[in-house]
């Protein structure tokens, strides 16, 4: 798979396995879905605490999580803790306020 990864920084391309974790292959690139604060004070990956946000470009799948369906319906970035690589990706990390703004 093929994850396209937008940043403040450019644009970079990881691969990863069919099935990976979103998140972990954003840390192990040394690419972070959290801010310096959040980056110590997160839920280490439960998808509970909404601070791993990040927007999904291209390639997006249906939310299976029920904090992704909320965040779907009303603007709010993925749980990139959640997100499981199931096709080719492109991601933003968006800028985090608190824990990511609406669109």
């Known amino acids: 798979m093929t994850v396209t ?52 470009r291209e390639g997006e799948t249906e939310p299976d999580h029920w904090h992704d369906r909320l965040a779907d319906r009303f603007g709010y970035p993925r749980l990139s803790c959640q997100y499981r690589l199931t096709r080719d990706v492109t991601v933003e990390i968006p800028e985090k306020r608190v824990w990511g703004g609406r669109e």
């Open 5 to 56: 990864v937008r940043t403040d920084d450019g644009t970079r391309r990881l691969t990863a396995p069919v099935g990976a974790v979103l998140r972990d292959v954003l840390r192990d690139a040394g690419i972070s879905p959290y801010t310096r604060y959040t980056e110590r004070l997160n839920c280490g990956g439960r998808g509970i605490c909404a601070t791993c946000g990040v927007r999904i």
